[in-house]
Each structure stands twice: as structure tokens, then as C-alpha cells.
């Protein structure tokens, strides 16, 4: 049938073409599966968020939640007018504590407020001496004469 010199090839052309027929559909299937922000807006605009109940609306959420972890800051922006008016606006509190942090955005943490850590009197006493020394400061300022400014270097 085929010589012995071309039968590498004759099961290598085929081979070839198998592969890049599998990596053209592996390729086609990754762009139907790829979350984008029309496709976020699409499935928000198809659930209505007040009518479900129990787990039919925890599995909503966290459907929306995941498909808002793939998106970048950007796109996140594009569609987080939707959103809010949409989702976040009838969640519940704890829904909307649960939707926040499933959504921040990686590395993304509230840095604590050292006042947060001083017991309530000293945390008064603070905020305290810091409006003294504002209006001190302010009182200063305004007491002052203008001067002029600095002449330019020549």
C-alpha cells in the first residue's frame, strides 16, 4: 500500500489536523464560556431577585457573585449601576455583608482605624484634642497677614 519511507507521514498529516481541529473547538468553547460584562447584564436583567426565595435565591446570588469575580476593575464598573438597582438594593443585609465580601476585588482589605482599637473615652479625648489643634491652627491662619509670594529664581 504505502511505502515504507512515507507511512511517518501518512499518520502524521492526520494527526496534525486532529489537533488543530480539537484546539479550534477547545478555543470556540472557551469564548462561549468567557463571563463578560453584557453576559453579567443579560443573566442580572433575567432573574428577579424579589420573587425567589430560599435556595433558588442564595443560588442566584452566588451564580451573579461568581460571574463578577471574572470580570476586571473596569468592567466591574461598567456594570455596577445595574447591579446595585437590580440585586444589591432588595438583598437583605446579611445577603449584601455575604455579596460584598464574596466581590472584593483580590487583596482588597478595609485597613483598620487605630481609633477603632481606643476605648470610647480615650477615642473622645482624641478627636478632641484633634479639633483643638484644627481650630488652633485655623485661628492662626486667619490671624496671619498675607505675604507675597515668593519671587521666581531667575
Do not use: C
Request: a positive charge; zero cysteines; proline letters at 10%.
Amino acid at each position: 500500500m504505502f511505502n515504507q519511507r512515507y507511512r511517518p507521514v501518512a499518520y502524521a498529516v492526520p494527526a496534525i489536523a486532529l489537533i488543530w481541529l480539537l484546539a479550534g473547538a477547545g478555543y470556540r468553547v472557551a469564548q462561549s464560556t468567557q463571563v463578560t460584562p453584557d453576559r453579567v447584564l443579560a443573566y442580572g436583567q433575567s432573574v428577579n431577585l424579589a420573587s425567589l426565595t430560599g435556595p433558588a435565591r442564595a443560588d442566584a446570588i452566588r451564580k451573579l457573585e461568581t460571574m463578577i469575580t471574572f470580570l476586571s476593575l473596569t468592567e466591574r464598573q461598567q456594570i455596577w449601576p445595574d447591579v446595585i438597582t437590580r440585586w444589591f438594593v432588595p438583598m437583605t443585609e446579611a445577603e449584601r455583608t455575604q455579596f460584598l465580601t464574596a466581590t472584593a476585588l483580590p487583596g482588597f482589605k478595609q485597613t483598620p482605624n487605630p481609633l477603632d482599637l481606643l476605648p470610647p473615652d480615650q477615642r473622645q479625648q482624641a478627636l478632641d484634642d484633634a479639633l483643638k489643634k484644627m481650630q488652633a491652627a485655623r485661628a492662626q491662619m486667619l490671624s496671619e497677614p498675607a505675604s507675597p509670594p515668593p519671587a521666581a529664581p531667575h
